[in-house]
Structures are given as structure tokens and as C-alpha cells.
């Protein structure tokens, strides 16, 4: 696959386009005119299209998004998606990481759709996130036993007590998986996922494929038979990040 349409841009946040649109609307240019996507392509020296797509929210260059924000002195912290340089940094470091897996590709798909789940952040996230926190240790215990119960040919345990103690052990791991993933919903941005792996705040005590089954079950068993998929699609998206990223921690 060519590597030309790697994606390299940057988009504003729902904060910054709000910035963005306050600026034109209450802006003026150096002779007193109100301003006009076509006059801050004039002053930011980049075509009205690329200034009309960084207004709706779209990825643009990284200069023309600078050249924009500069000309409307604004700052560029508040404007950008700071999402968007962590996961173009997430998917270089991984595609690096992973080259001879397939599972890196796949990866990258993942993190590029998260991105623009995210970008959707509303309300109804709240709804995902509360029945997360009053159900997570339950998740966590039924997740385990299912995984535990898929993978039984892999004479992980012996006798009752030892499934007991590795049960009890996977639970409190795919436990502190769920909780990332609420803080992430309660922030309302990828960005906790992604910190989380470069600080090696993900456990990983057994096989990755345990906490793939286990993550695989609360999606596809729990999450998706209960929400709409409005309502569960961010949620998903970062279950969807963890399976995907488990082999590479």
C-alpha cells in the first residue's frame, strides 16, 4: 500500500471551531472589515477552500492550520486538536513497533476511526460512561470467565483454586481496562488511552490473548446489546483501541 495517503493534518477541536467562528464573526482585518473566509485566506496566505475546511472541522495542513490561527491571533493550543499530533505520533511509534505484525495495520484503521468517533463527543457518551462505573466489577469477573472458558486449551490453570486465583487476578486487570476506558469517557478524549500505553499504566499479567477474549466479550456481549449504536460507539472505540494495542504492550 503507498504511504501517500498517510494522514498528516490537523483539525480544530469542537472548542477551537467555536474559537474559530467567534474570530470571524467579531474580527476585523487591518482596514476595519469584518472578516470573510476569503479575506482570512488573504491574510493567512492559504486558499478560502483550506480556511473553509478548517472551519467545519476537517484535517488541514499543519502550517495552513498554524498561517490560520496566527492570523486570527488565537492561541494554537486552544484551537487544535491536540488528539490528532498524539495519534499521528501513537500510529508512527506502533507501525515502527509492529512492521512485521499484521496486527499493526489494523492498529492504524482503529486509531484513525477512534479520531473520528471522537471528534462526534456528545452527551450521550454520559450514558455509557455511568453504566460502566456501576458495573465494572461485575464486567470484569464475567469477562475473565468467559475469556478463561475460550481459552481453556491453553492449561493455564490446574484444579479450583487455581482457576479461582487467575480469575480473581485477570478481573482486577481487565477492572483497571475499564476504568481507563471511563476516564476516557469522562474526559472526552483518546488521549488517556494513549498515555496510559507509553506509561505502562496497562496491565499486562498473562497471555494478551486472555484480555482480548475478555474485552471482545464486554463489546460484542454487553456493550452493543445494550446500547444504541449512537449511544455505545465511543465506548467501543476505546475497547476497540485496547484489543488492538494488548499484543503490542
Not at 477541536?13 to 474570530?23: T, V
Not at 460512561?129 to 492449561?155: F, I, P, T
Request: proline residues 1%; negative net charge; contains cysteine.
Amino acid at each position: 500500500m503507498s504511504n501517500s495517503r498517510k494522514l498528516r493534518g490537523v483539525c480544530a477541536s469542537p472548542k477551537g471551531k467555536g474559537l474559530l467562528d467567534q474570530a470571524r464573526r467579531e474580527g476585523k482585518d487591518s482596514e476595519g472589515n469584518r472578516l470573510t473566509y476569503e479575506r482570512i485566506a488573504e491574510m493567512a496566505l492559504v486558499g478560502e477552500r483550506t480556511v473553509r475546511r478548517f472551519f467545519n472541522g476537517e484535517n488541514v495542513d499543519k502550517s495552513y492550520a498554524t498561517s490560520i490561527i496566527d492570523a486570527l491571533s488565537l492561541d494554537y493550543n486552544s484551537v487544535i486538536s491536540l488528539e490528532d499530533e498524539k495519534v499521528e505520533e501513537a500510529k508512527s511509534k506502533i507501525a515502527e513497533r509492529g512492521s512485521d505484525s499484521s496486527i499493526a495495520s489494523e492498529l492504524i484503521r482503529d486509531l484513525e476511526t477512534i479520531l473520528q468517533e471522537h471528534r462526534k463527543n456528545t452527551e450521550i457518551d454520559n450514558q455509557a460512561m455511568d453504566w460502566l462505573k456501576g458495573n465494572r466489577l461485575d464486567l470484569a469477573e464475567e469477562a475473565a470467565s468467559a475469556a478463561l472458558k475460550e481459552c481453556s486449551n491453553q492449561n493455564l490453570f490446574d484444579g479450583d483454586r487455581e482457576y479461582a486465583k487467575i480469575i480473581s487476578e485477570l478481573s482486577k486487570d481487565i477492572i483497571e481496562y475499564l476504568r481507563i476506558c471511563h476516564i476516557c469517557l469522562q474526559e472526552g478524549t483518546i488521549r488517556v488511552l494513549e498515555e496510559a500505553r507509553q506509561q505502562s499504566l496497562i496491565p499486562l499479567n498473562f497471555d494478551s490473548e486472555l484480555y482480548q477474549k475478555a474485552l471482545i466479550f464486554i463489546k460484542e456481549q454487553k456493550v452493543i446489546q445494550k446500547f444504541t449504536q449512537e449511544a455505545g460507539k465511543t465506548l467501543v472505540a476505546c475497547l476497540d483501541y485496547l484489543i488492538a494495542v494488548v499484543p503490542l504492550l
